[in-house]
């Protein structure tokens, strides 16, 4: 496999609109593949890193 450029992009996107990229899309050789946004929208967890203290200290769950 060759190693691909983490800014290229493919010619497909996810369902928001945004282009998948090369690197993740051939690895998985998958059409239907979500950004990293949406795939941790998608199982639950939030789209972001938000810190542990932070999370804590909002009273919000932590995942282990």
């Known amino acids: 496999m060759n190693?691909?450029?983490y800014e290229s992009q493919s010619d497909y996107f996810c369902k928001c609109?945004?282009?998948i990229k090369m690197?993740?899309?051939?690895?998985?050789?998958?059409?239907d593949l979500?950004?990293?946004k949406c795939?941790?929208?998608s199982i639950?967890?939030?789209a972001h890193h938000?810190?542990?203290r932070k999370r804590l200290d909002a009273g919000l769950p932590v995942h282990n």
């Open 3 to 5: 190693k691909q450029s």
């Open 17 to 19: 609109g945004k282009p």
């Open 23 to 31: 690197n993740l899309f051939s690895k998985k050789n998958r059409k």
């Open 34 to 36: 979500l950004c990293y």
């Open 39 to 41: 795939h941790r929208i």
């Open 44 to 46: 639950g967890k939030p």
């Open 50 to 52: 938000v810190p542990r």
